[in-house]
């Protein structure tokens, strides 16, 4: 499946704020394995993190497929998409 830059850096960006939500609820719940969620916090932190790691698979993938196909080395689209998506005021 052909990707356009933009689609990279969108997919980019869901991943990264899929990251955050995981990162919020830790900081909310605490470590998983350092104290009892309950059920319902467990099950999300959970779905929080399957879908964090889904998107970044995605992201992965598609990052790959991109090079190949302009005949560019995977770790320098990677690192535009990277920059391309990171947040403005940073």
Known sequence: MAHTFEELVAKQRAADAAHRMVEE????????????????????????????????RDVQTAVSEYAKDSGRPRTEVEAEVTRAAAPEDT
């Open 25 to 56: 609820l830790r900081e909310a719940y605490g470590p998983p394995a350092g104290r009892q969620m309950t059920g319902a916090q467990s099950g999300t932190y959970e779905t929080a993190l399957r879908a964090w790691r889904d998107l970044e």
